[in-house]
């Protein structure tokens, strides 16, 4: 048996247990690494986001052709706006996710949205 290279260690990377990760997250011991082209897609499902914004929209059009302009131009405002928002905060999305629920911890990280390294392996 030969020893492994840095190469294997590279593309290897330890499993963290999602408590561990929790409390050691604050005191910098991981380092975290989300995937935006994940992430992105991960966080408008997960959150329905779409649902949300195709119903505000919606609502808003009827209400602007309805009479009531004011009150329709803002739901449109608002579906659009929230949704370019939770896409834009998608990673900071997932790792709040994470930390809060063990289940989203092991989906993301063995999906390859969010990658957890100890902060002494990063260097």
Same mark, same amino acid.
């Given at each position: 048996?030969?020893?492994?290279?840095?190469?294997?260690?590279?593309?290897?990377?330890?499993?963290?247990?999602?408590?561990?990760?929790?409390?050691?997250?604050?005191?910098?011991?991981?380092?975290?690494?989300?995937?935006?082209?994940?992430?992105?897609?991960? =966080?408008?499902?997960?959150?329905?986001?779409?649902?949300?914004?195709?119903?505000?929209?919606?609502?808003?059009?009827?209400?602007?052709?309805?009479?009531?302009? =004011?009150?329709?131009?803002?739901?449109?405002?608002?579906?659009?706006?929230?949704?370019?928002?939770?896409?834009?905060?998608?990673?900071?999305?997932?790792?709040?996710?994470?930390?809060?629920?063990?289940?989203?911890?092991?989906? =993301?990280?063995?999906?390859?949205?969010?990658?957890?390294?100890?902060?002494?392996?990063?260097?």
């Amino acid at each position: 048996m030969s020893a492994p290279n840095d190469s294997d260690d590279d593309r290897f990377v330890p499993f963290i247990a999602h408590d561990e990760f929790r409390l050691g997250l604050p005191h910098g011991h991981f380092r975290i690494v989300v995937n935006p082209a994940l992430a992105r897609p991960y =966080v408008v499902q997960r959150t329905r986001i779409k649902v949300f914004a195709i119903t505000a929209i919606g609502i808003g059009a009827v209400l602007a052709l309805s009479g009531q302009p =004011v009150p329709g131009g803002m739901l449109v405002v608002l579906g659009i706006v929230a949704n370019r928002l939770v896409r834009h905060q998608a990673g900071r999305i997932v790792l709040h996710l994470a930390t809060k629920d063990p289940a989203v911890y092991a989906e =993301v990280t063995s999906n390859g949205v969010m990658e957890v390294r100890r902060a002494r392996d990063a260097l």
